[in-house]
């Protein structure tokens, strides 16, 4: 079946950097484009970036661009979302999430598949 | 990027009663290969969002048909025809059509 594995916790202080990965399997893991949502607590859902795993070419949403690097790693299907210079709004759990359908240029689909949540804490 | 509103905010229904989430987009869902790219999730507490909709109005795998989907162009709705207690937690809208993918507020669901 279709999964999306993330790593654990992470407690980290002001100013460090994060990196959570997310590892996929039961599907072709260079069809499909990565998302990563974060969920700040008691808060909505906020889309983060989109990776594609084939190229490992990325999109990134304005407020996170310069500080986010989502990067893939092809041999064990694994993709990456590195967040740097936390601080304590960061904290928050992050999801890797896959579209509903293999990639096609021009759409881009919701997503159907979300990993657990890599819950991250910023505090000093 | 796309704004996505969702109305009401919160909703307190009787078990066997029905429930309707509003969604309304600032621009047009609608893409040049016909399809209108909003989906609908419920959220469980500590659990990530299922999808429950997909393309406005096509239940995803294993969704019970008292939830359906509607709407076109900027307005959309979610309807439960029977709430269940199952069904308690926070729907959002989201849309794909453009980047960066955006998601309404939120509406949370709790049974009276």
């Known amino acids: 079946q279709v999964q999306l594995v993330q790593s654990g916790a992470e407690v980290k202080k002001p100013g460090a950097s994060v990196k959570v990965s997310c590892k996929a399997s039961g599907y072709t893991f260079t069809s499909y484009y990565m998302h990563w949502v974060r969920q700040a607590p008691g808060q909505g859902l906020e889309w983060m970036g989109i990776i594609n795993p084939s190229g490992g070419s990325t999109s990134y949403a304005q407020k996170f661009q310069g500080r986010v690097t989502m990067t893939r790693d092809t041999s064990t299907s694994t993709v990456y979302m590195e967040l740097s210079s936390l601080r304590s709004e960061d904290t928050a759990v992050y999801y890797c999430?896959?579209?509903?359908?293999?990639?096609?240029?021009?759409?881009?689909?919701?997503?159907?598949?979300w990993g657990q949540g890599t819950t991250v804490t910023v505090s000093s | 990027d796309i704004v996505m509103t969702q109305t009401p905010l919160s909703l307190s229904v009787t078990p066997g009663q029905p429930a309707s989430i509003s969604c309304k987009s600032s621009q047009s869902l609608l893409h040049s290969d016909g399809k209108t790219y909003l989906y609908w999730y419920l959220q469980k507490p500590g659990q990530p969002p299922q999808l429950l909709i997909y393309?406005?109005?096509n239940r995803f795998s294993g969704v019970p048909d008292r939830f359906s989907g509607s709407g076109s162009g900027t307005d959309f709705t979610l309807k439960i025809s029977r709430v269940e207690a199952e069904d308690v937690g926070v729907y959002y809208c989201m849309q794909s059509i453009q980047l960066p993918q955006t998601f309404g507020q939120g509406t949370k669901l709790e049974i009276k």
């Open positions: 999430a896959r579209p509903k359908a293999p990639m096609v240029r021009g759409v881009y689909y919701g997503m159907d598949v």
């Open positions: 393309e406005v109005s």
